[in-house]
């Protein structure tokens, strides 16, 4: 009996502290769903707003039908953004070498023919005009030239017309007149 008292006894200290601990215990549970219930509803509003980012992104970098999670599926659109963007980098830097290419030879090609053009005077020239045949591009006369390109051609026309109008002006006195 005694120990009947003493349980009781304890029984009775015991059940209040109990009783507050169910109670604690019950709130801290209520506290952890709304905890819960607050993480789904973010989680949520992140997946939606990953699928609107992944929206906007150009058609041939979404995943069409895919039913990857929303992160797993913006890790592969930045995948496939970074590689198009290498690709991009990629042809810019042959459009720019192919660039620098085409501007070497046209200084070439510049360089070549104003060295033709330095190098021609009327002196050399001296007889028949030059005449251009339409079927083979050579030149035909007296021009001390056996074959010369059509645009070669067209450009010593060029000078020598210049040079007749030059000579043919009534101000122009000649290279020994001073003023």
């Not at 051609?153 to 009534?170: E, G, M, T, V």
């Amino acid at each position: 009996m005694v120990q009947a008292a003493m349980l009781a006894a304890d029984a009775t200290t015991l059940l209040p502290k109990g009783q507050a601990l169910m109670a604690q215990m019950q709130a801290d549970n209520m506290e952890l769903k709304k905890e819960i219930k607050r993480f789904k509803s973010l989680n949520i509003a992140l997946q939606q707003a990953i699928d609107n980012q992944l929206q906007r992104l150009p058609a041939e970098l979404q995943l069409a039908g895919s039913t990857a999670a929303p992160t797993t599926r913006l890790a592969q659109a930045c995948g496939a953004l970074k590689t198009r963007a290498q690709e991009l980098e990629h042809q810019i830097a042959e459009k720019r070498e192919r660039k620098l290419r085409m501007q070497r030879e046209l200084e070439e090609k510049k360089a070549k023919l104003k060295m033709m053009a330095l190098s021609t005077t009327p002196a050399k020239l001296n007889g028949s005009p030059i005449q251009l045949t339409p079927a083979s591009g050579t030149c035909s006369g007296n021009s001390n030239m056996s074959q010369i390109s059509r645009r070669e051609a067209a450009l010593l026309l060029q000078q020598d017309l210049f040079r007749k109008r030059f000579l043919l002006r009534r101000d122009y006195k000649g290279p020994s007149a001073s003023n």
